[in-house]
């Protein structure tokens, strides 16, 4: 069936480091792809998304690309701030009416 | 953007007492909502998905009987934790789509049962 696999944490970083957190994605489709963040006690927020091969998701300094010969959309941000500490979550889904899978999520941490 | 309200944000009660969750989306019809299920420090659990005016989809190893979702309307979802016991104590989320909004997400509810 249709999985999500992201990098286990934590991702411990300095501040202004870079961040790459690896996601890849099995499916017998074309899923759109998206990273959730979760901040400690709040719900998800989407951070990005894409909904075709080679798109290229982008929000506040983060960027993703789907992949489609890798399955793969890992997340990058080339230079963290104590702000981004969180879990951020990989997902796949179909349409709207459509469940999302997530992966396992994977905890940063950014020290100053 | 979409909104989707969840409420209440936290809620404690006691062994064997029901608990009722809403999720509401504020500026938007959601034709499709989810619930999940987040254990600490682990990923979301998906428990069903419920269509506007139709009995939930729940998904394997989740009690139906126990874990009651209604979706009445297109602005109004609620999950209601039957006979709750500790090892329901986890933290809720709703997620609500429609309209072209997908998937937008409430704030989550924390339960403890004691």
């Known amino acids: 069936g249709n999985s999500v696999t992201q990098m286990e944490g934590p991702v411990t970083l300095s501040e202004e480091a870079f961040l790459t957190i690896n996601c890849t994605y099995t499916a017998t489709g074309y899923p759109s792809l998206f990273w959730y963040v979760q901040y400690p006690g709040e719900g998800l927020q989407l951070l990005l998304k894409?909904?075709?091969?080679?798109d290229k998701g982008s929000n506040k300094g983060f960027e993703a690309t789907y992949r489609k010969e890798t399955t793969s959309f890992h997340l990058e941000k080339g230079s963290v701030q104590v702000s981004d500490s969180a879990v951020y979550f990989c997902?796949?889904?179909?349409?709207?009416?459509?469940?999302?899978?997530f992966g396992t999520g994977t905890r940063l941490q950014v020290f100053p | 953007g979409a909104v989707v309200s969840q409420h209440p944000s936290w809620v404690i009660c006691k062994s064997g007492t029901s608990v009722k969750i809403e999720c509401r989306s504020l500026?938007?019809?959601?034709?499709?909502m989810f619930w999940y299920r987040q254990f600490p420090k682990q990923s979301l659990m998906l428990m069903a998905t419920s269509n506007e005016g139709s009995k939930a989809t729940y998904e394997q190893g989740v009690e139906k009987d126990k874990f009651l979702i209604n979706h009445a309307s297109l602005t109004l979802s609620t999950l209601t934790v039957t006979s709750a016991h500790p090892e329901d104590s986890s933290f809720y989320i709703c997620?609500?789509?429609?309209?072209?909004?997908?998937?937008?997400f409430g704030s989550g509810t924390r339960l403890t049962v004691v």
């Open positions: 500026d938007f019809q959601a034709t499709t």
């Open positions: 997620s609500a789509s429609g309209q072209g909004h997908g998937y937008t």
């Open positions: 894409a909904t075709k091969a080679d």
């Open positions: 997902a796949q889904g179909g349409d709207n009416t459509d469940k999302l899978i």
